[in-house]
């Protein structure tokens, strides 16, 4: 494996893409069961009322940005697996970030190369795209956002979070965390942010923030102290004035209803099946009764709670943090789809080079608990849809162990992590502004 380039596995990775892509259009024409996703459908037949100048809401279940349609607008014009293209090629663009962030922080190339694969051998990641689903565009834009941050480009970062706010938008729970990274202490006029690199998983230098509470208190003393600094200040005036500019645009071509589809929609959305959710069956057993909005808003209070206290902890691990912000996320949302599975998986390999979990014994164990658990509650879920059986009740179960699964996972890889903060503390700012407790 140490012979073998990122170059040689990433032409390999994009050659099998293509054949998958090739081969969903023969499965499509010869067999029953269809490769490509029925959301890539939706995609396509959104695009085609576009070309036609109509409004892609016109599409029933189409939820999303009229700019997604509008990307797919060529499947009407040159070949309908355009889209897939795109999205693969996306696919590929998130493998390639995440060896880029990884050098940038000094992790040896062999070590890059196995984390890398993680993502682009993922059976899971290379079909995500090949049959037609969106999420690589939403996973690239925000490895982009990360490597414009460490890069101190945060001009460019703020825009792209706005962007991806507006195309997705679960990346807001990413704003606190990025709010509290662009902290004077590390970023200073005219001088990047010093990145601590791979090292630092031996250093008895680094930070703990949960021992370390003197440290956590300067930091958290800083925050409020400066807490309209000037990048804070850009960053948060661009990236929401990006988000007003494209969601006022097309408001102003849409109206309401693109407003309520690809916004509010994501907001107060219930789901009575396809929904590996705890709150699935209470969804089920009252789904003909209208739901308040407080109803439909409360799932979001434990939710809430969490993110907040990660962010607490480990906010300055930026990849760490929104590794674990965004498996807590869909582990307590409301509604959990396996395409959601997605938006974690491109910032593992971003944490693992700083993970003490061995593969053969904890790891293992982690992944086999998390995979029996999806695979159990998919057999009810089988026998649900396709034998008509009312297993709603063992559904409920299986996604309760589903929760405590994901629960386990977050707890032995918090535990495994060596914490490593992405930015130094500048030395000429050091004690600036700081109390200790």
């Not at 789901?271 to 739901?291: A, G, W």
């Amino acid at each position: 494996m140490a012979d073998i380039s990122f170059r040689s596995l990433f032409i390999f990775s994009a050659i099998f893409r293509v054949f998958l892509i090739v081969y969903g259009e023969w499965q499509d024409a010869h067999m029953e069961v269809r490769y490509t996703d029925i959301d890539y459908f939706v995609f396509s037949d959104a695009a085609t009322l576009m070309t036609s100048g109509k409004s892609p809401y016109e599409r029933s279940t189409y939820r999303y940005s009229p700019l997604l349609a509008f990307l797919l607008m060529p499947n009407s014009f040159i070949h309908r697996s355009w889209g897939k293209f795109i999205f693969s090629a996306s696919d590929l663009l998130v493998g390639s970030l995440i060896h880029r962030i990884l050098k940038l922080r000094g992790v040896p190339e062999k070590l890059r190369i196995y984390s890398t694969m993680v993502w682009l051998f993922n059976p899971f990641t290379i079909t995500i795209g090949t049959r037609g689903n969106c999420e690589p565009i939403v996973c690239s834009m925000i490895l982009w956002i990360l490597l414009c941050l460490m890069k101190d480009h945060f001009v460019q970062a703020a825009f792209w979070y706005g962007l991806v706010v507006h195309l997705r938008i679960y990346p807001i729970i990413y704003a606190l965390p990025i709010i509290l990274l662009l902290d004077p202490l590390h970023f200073q006029p005219g001088k990047k942010p010093a990145l601590v690199d791979w090292s630092c998983r031996t250093s008895k230098k680094s930070w703990d923030p949960i021992n370390n509470k003197i440290t956590r208190s300067q930091y958290i003393w800083n925050f409020f102290v400066k807490l309209f600094s000037r990048r804070r200040v850009v960053f948060a005036t661009i990236s929401g004035s990006t988000f007003l500019v494209f969601t006022g645009l097309c408001f102003f071509l849409y109206g309401w209803e693109f407003l309520h589809e690809a916004l509010l929609y994501h907001l107060t959305r219930t789901d009575p099946r396809h929904n590996f959710s705890i709150y699935f069956y209470h969804i089920y057993l009252h789904y003909e009764h209208e739901f308040s909005i407080l109803e439909k808003l409360v799932s979001f209070l434990p939710q809430f709670t969490v993110q907040l206290v990660l962010i607490y902890r480990f906010a300055l691990d930026l990849p760490f943090c929104l590794f674990l912000q965004t498996l807590a996320f869909v582990a307590f949302n409301k509604v959990i789809t396996a395409q959601y599975f997605v938006w974690f998986f491109c910032l593992l390999p971003l944490i693992l080079p700083w993970s003490k979990m061995e593969l053969k014994w904890k790891g293992l164990g982690c992944i086999s608990l998390w995979i029996g658990a999806q695979t159990h509650w998919l057999l009810w879920g089988y026998l649900l849809e396709f034998r008509g059986k009312n297993v709603f009740f063992q559904l409920w179960m299986a996604s309760l162990f589903f929760l405590a699964a994901n629960t386990f996972v977050i707890i032995n890889v918090i535990r495994s992590h060596l914490y490593c903060p992405l930015f130094e503390k500048s030395q000429s700012n050091s004690g600036d502004g700081l109390k200790d407790e």
